[in-house]
């Protein structure tokens, strides 16, 4: 030992306790977890600062790289931990915090997490997860049937085979994405005669053999970024993502999606996926699945649905015919972490025919034998947790009918907020909320009477204006901390597809009232209102054009 090492006190006693004594009820961690159990939403708030803290000032407090050679108490380290990383963490729980895709989590997920994690099974086999396997496997037959409502005889056949899958259990959408397009590669470039398919002699030899110049997948203007990852990993590349037109409500066009095709086939190229998106991130429009599905029929190709966010719709009878077509789909993605209301790392991907993911199937000698019902074999990821249980208990607590009453709020909620927009005369609805999502901006309203008169260049200069009192409006409301709305940039067709900014807001969280609706606009009109620049540059702008 060099003479200056410290003697420090890392004996081998008091690591044991930390494996099997639990900390006392007035610890300062006992005490928190009585609070977080008694009242949630009062310990968020008192722990989260409101007062938004620089990000350069945070990462002081993060800045070292050496691993303690000291080892903290648990009750400092905890204290440590409220101080710096619960003080400046996102209240995304807050009925006003409304830009967010996840919202409030019902209360009982806590211990029930603590649950899992105490048993902290891996769900990639069956020797370390036993219940939990059959478990994963229900959900997913449940979710199965919402989408795609087989019968009885098809689920007691196909749930529990150890040789198909009605689809994966994931930590998110675009892992599910990614899985789908997996499938669908596979499939389109299978084995045939010597050619021992994709998976076995990759893309090169592939393309050799078929004869083609290269692959597409094909997904509106909107689809999500998590595709063009899936495109990147999966080889074929980030350009062969084909993007196709939308018409004015965020919609993939059919007829621009039937001439891209004919253009890639033209090339030699091979569409082998098309997306539907059921619910967009930006604006949660839904494509028409329906007439999707004709054309990937006609075209044979894989059609994948990626309902991340809107899927948990079809929970509602009232509003699930949105998703009209979705049935046909040969898989589909849902994240239960969005509006299934579930903790981060809950995705799910589907397949209509329970065959389909023989395309990806890996077995080992040691672990997923083939035979065994190994969930493992069918997925990206390896060692998992026991997420599923949360999405099964929530499934039997709140029921259908219930998530039915949350998707119902939600879209009706959306459909106030959107009425209430539509009636003040200084802001402008941009897209219409179908499902619980919309985005409008503030446009003072004689900027709105100069904008219908105004040239093109001075519509242009005018727009750039709004776009960047749009985003300070977004970050001062932000750095109020009172409220949050989210922000994105629209090409919406009403004004040239000029590019523009939105506020953007996602209405799940059932305890967004509709006072703070009314709130959280006032809010952003003072902020207008208040901007020291920008509103006087555009209100000059505003009276040049009304008077000539
Ligand atoms: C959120 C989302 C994804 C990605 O899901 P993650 O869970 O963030 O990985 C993919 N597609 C759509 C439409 C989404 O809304």
């Known amino acids: 030992m060099g003479s200056d090492d410290k003697i420090v006190d890392v004996n081998f006693e008091s690591?044991?306790?930390?494996?099997?004594?639990p900390e006392a009820p007035d610890s300062t961690l006992g005490n928190i977890?009585?609070?977080?159990?008694?009242?949630?939403?009062?310990?968020?708030?008192?722990?989260?600062?409101?007062?938004?803290?620089?990000?350069?000032e945070i990462e002081k407090d993060f800045s070292d790289a050496a691993i303690p050679e000291i080892p903290s108490f648990v009750s400092e380290h905890t204290q440590h931990l409220l101080d710096t990383v619960v003080s400046h963490s996102v209240h995304t729980s807050a009925p006003s915090f409304i830009g967010h895709m996840t919202s409030a989590l019902p209360y009982f997920l806590m211990p029930l997490s603590k649950i899992m994690i105490a048993l902290n099974q891996n769900l990639v086999k069956i020797e370390t997860s036993k219940a939990f396997t059959p478990l994963e496997r229900q959900v997913l037959g449940m979710l199965h049937r919402l989408i795609y409502g087989e019968n009885d005889t098809f689920y007691q056949q196909w749930m529990h085979s150890a040789e198909h899958s009605l689809g994966a259990f994931c930590s998110g959408g675009t892992i599910a994405n990614i899985t789908a397009l997996w499938v669908a590669r596979n499939n389109a470039l299978k084995a045939d005669g010597q050619f021992q398919g994709v998976e076995k002699e990759g893309l090169f030899n592939a393309m050799m053999h078929y004869g083609y110049k290269g692959m597409a997948i094909l997904v509106s203007e909107r689809g999500h970024y998590s595709l063009k990852k899936a495109a990147d990993v999966l080889g074929i590349g980030q350009h062969s993502l084909i993007s196709v037109k939308t018409d004015d409500q965020n919609r993939i066009c059919p007829t621009s999606l039937e001439q891209?095709?004919?253009?890639?086939?033209?090339?030699?190229?091979?569409?082998?996926?098309i997306i539907g998106v059921a619910g967009t991130t930006e604006t949660g429009n839904i494509d028409p699945l329906d007439s999707i599905a004709d054309i990937a029929e006609r075209e044979q190709c894989h059609f994948h649905v990626d309902a991340a966010w809107g899927g948990a719709t079809l929970m509602s009878?009232?509003?699930?015919?949105?998703?009209?077509?979705?049935?046909?789909?040969?898989?589909?993605?849902?994240d239960a972490h969005k509006q299934l209301y579930i903790p981060m790392g809950a995705g799910m991907v589907l397949f209509k025919d329970p065959s389909a993911m023989k395309s990806i199937e890996h077995h080992a000698e040691y672990i997923l034998r083939k035979g065994s019902k190994d969930l493992g074999a069918h997925t990206l990821e390896g060692s998992r947790s026991g997420m599923a249980m949360l999405v099964y208990s929530s499934m039997h607590i709140i029921s259908r009918p219930g998530y039915e009453l949350l998707i119902d709020q939600s879209i009706e909620k959306a459909q106030y907020f959107a009425d209430?927009?539509?009636?003040?005369?200084?802001?402008?609805?941009?897209?219409?909320?179908?499902?619980?999502?919309?985005?409008?901006?503030?446009?003072?309203a004689s900027t709105q009477q100069a904008l219908a008169l105004a040239s093109a260049t001075e519509k242009a200069e005018i727009h750039q204006y709004l776009n960047e009192l749009t985003t300070f409006i977004q970050k001062s409301q932000r750095e109020n901390g009172r409220s949050f709305v989210s922000r994105t940039r629209l090409t919406p067709k009403k004004w040239d597809r000029m590019e523009t900014n939105v506020f953007r807001v996602v209405l799940a969280n059932p305890l967004t009232g509709k006072d703070i609706l009314h709130s959280v606009i006032e809010e952003q009109r003072?902020?207008?209102?208040?901007?020291?620049?920008?509103?006087?540059?555009i209100k000059a702008l505003t009276e040049k054009i009304l008077q000539s």
């Not at 009878?317 to 993605?333: C, F, M």
């Open 15 to 21: 690591l044991l306790r930390i494996f099997t004594v």
């Open 33 to 56: 977890e009585q609070k977080l159990s008694q009242n949630l939403n009062e310990f968020l708030r008192e722990h989260i600062v409101a007062e938004e803290k620089p990000l350069s």
């Open 260 to 273: 891209t095709i004919r253009d890639l086939k033209a090339q030699n190229i091979k569409p082998f996926a």
């Open 317 to 334: 009878n009232n509003y699930r015919h949105l998703l009209k077509g979705i049935e046909r789909a040969d898989s589909v993605t849902i």
């Open 420 to 444: 209430l927009i539509e009636q003040q005369p200084d802001f402008e609805l941009i897209s219409k909320p179908e499902l619980c999502i919309l985005t409008y901006r503030y446009v003072p």
């Open 526 to 537: 003072v902020i207008a209102q208040s901007s020291p620049v920008l509103l006087p540059k």
